[in-house]
């Protein structure tokens, strides 16, 4: 039986990538094991975004390279490159990284086992260029009944809805890596995520790279125009969103990866009604300057963004709101800076991250004039966590005295409906609490991000000498 290890980098979207092709592995009847010294085939599900997610994932390439080459029961291994550097790289990475044995794209999650098994046929035996496997354009989008294994915890996963994106934005290189935009059927969707709430999933993830934009691109596939819209093509996210809020079971909805081009009163309605959806919001901004998000190609401008917000708050009472900007774009001045910072501080984002600009190759941003040296980034980006970090001070304080309703994660430590997986605060709670199940919690004190809900007799002050100890 051949075992494989898989190493998944990047971001939700390419872990639900991982868990399909572990899917397929299994299915195929190969062993996945954690271990990557002790399988027959290492594959690296690489990132591709910016270029630090560039430099993670080679350095993990070579390290796999590495450690087989100082083993000799393990100099055989095959080594598979797969993901977004795979495919955005296709026609330079086999003459460059001959440690590799194969490279395959995002069409070929499914087709891993196969690819495995061709690589032992061929037995490549004294090294030959690395094989690539990888299709021009990136077209597959997975269905409800996709094998998969689930690499988070039980009780939450990430659901993809869609794939790719249309958006010009002009410092993004994803449209090139994963196509344009494809969207799942409504039924796909719910049969996927009523079989996960009966599996005793607690929290759905809903992700693609503009969630927002679900179902909008199968509008105009109808053979004459005046024929009803399918319910299960061509709907928008609020169709989604109240068809989910149906399924029976205590769970969440979480969305994230909002575009705030595609925002409509009827989707904040929606949120609003729809007891099951969290209250938070995912919705990167990048910028409220006009100049820069004119220069990004963001198809909106401060005015709309700032009633945007405005009209989300108004109509979703309680809603968390997350964004992300960026900082040091080419031709950012320090009056761009000015005004995002009163932004922040005007708004008050109850999430909020910051990246400093990546001059990627292939985008158009990359060609600009202007491009800002990479100390003032550095010096912008804390200029705004700083910002950040007094106002989510703040909001943790609004919320003493409050009893929340929170996801046990693991022991001790739990997320409220303003915390998604991995990028947002924790609540930290009775150890007791079981994990994987909701809890209801009072809030008795804070410490930077996170939230204390400590057991009488436990003060913060204990937990953050306790914290800073380890």
Request: glycine fraction near 6%; hydrophobic fraction near 40%.
């Amino acid at each position: 039986m051949i075992t494989v290890s898989l190493i998944s980098l990047g971001c939700a979207k390419n872990l639900v990538d991982s868990e399909i092709m572990v899917g397929h592995l299994h299915r195929a009847g190969m062993r996945v094991i954690p271990e990557a010294d002790k399988a027959d085939v290492v594959i690296v599900n690489t990132c591709s975004f910016i270029d630090s997610s560039k430099e993670e994932s080679i350095g993990q390439i070579l390290e796999v390279h590495e450690r087989r080459g100082l083993r000799k029961s393990r100099r055989g291994q095959k080594l598979i490159v797969a993901g977004c550097m795979s495919q955005r790289f296709s026609k330079d990475l086999p003459g460059s990284m001959p440690e590799v044995d194969a490279f395959i794209g995002l069409d070929q999650i499914t087709q891993v086992a196969p690819i495995i098994e061709e690589l032992y046929a061929s037995d490549r035996g004294a090294r030959a260029a690395p094989a690539s496997f990888v299709t021009p354009r990136s077209t597959f989008i997975p269905d409800y009944d996709t094998p998969r294994f689930r690499l988070t915890p039980a009780h939450y996963a990430y659901v993809k809805i869609a794939e790719g994106c249309n958006h010009p934005c002009t410092f993004c290189i994803i449209p090139q890596i994963r196509g344009r935009h494809r969207s799942r059927a409504v039924a796909s969707v719910v049969a996927e995520v009523r079989q996960l709430v009966s599996e005793g999933v607690k929290e759905v993830n809903l992700i693609s790279q503009d969630t927002t934009f679900f179902g909008m691109d199968t509008w105009d596939e109808r053979p004459n125009p005046r024929t009803p819209v399918d319910s299960s093509r061509g709907a928008a996210l609020t169709t989604l969103l109240r068809e989910l809020n149906a399924i029976d079971g205590d769970f969440w909805v979480r969305i994230l990866y909002t575009h705030p081009a595609h925002w409509s009163d009827e989707l904040i309605a929606a949120i609003a009604e729809c007891a099951k959806v969290a209250r938070y919001v995912d919705m990167p901004l990048q910028h409220i300057s006009d100049r820069m998000l004119s220069a990004m190609q963001r198809e909106t401008g401060g005015a709309y963004i700032r009633d945007l917000v405005r009209r989300i708050r108004a109509g979703i009472p309680g809603i968390a709101l997350r964004t992300t900007f960026i900082v040091g774009f080419p031709g950012e001045t320090e009056a761009d800076v000015d005004e995002l910072c009163e932004f922040v501080r005007e708004t008050k984002f109850e999430r909020l991250g910051v990246f400093r600009y990546s001059r990627e190759e292939g985008t158009r941003a990359a060609k600009m004039k202007g491009q800002v040296p990479a100390r003032e980034k550095e010096r912008r980006w804390h200029r705004l966590m700083a910002l950040q970090k007094k106002i989510a001070s703040a909001v943790s304080a609004r919320s003493v005295g409050k009893t929340l309703k929170v996801l046990v994660d693991e022991t001790g430590v739990a997320r409220g409906e303003a915390d998604a997986p991995d990028i947002d605060g924790r609540v930290y709670v009775p150890r007791e609490l079981p994990v994987g199940s909701f809890a209801s919690v009072t809030i008795n004190g804070h410490h930077e991000y996170d939230l204390l809900a400590l057991p009488t007799g436990e003060s913060p002050a204990e937990f953050k000498a306790a914290k800073q100890a380890q």
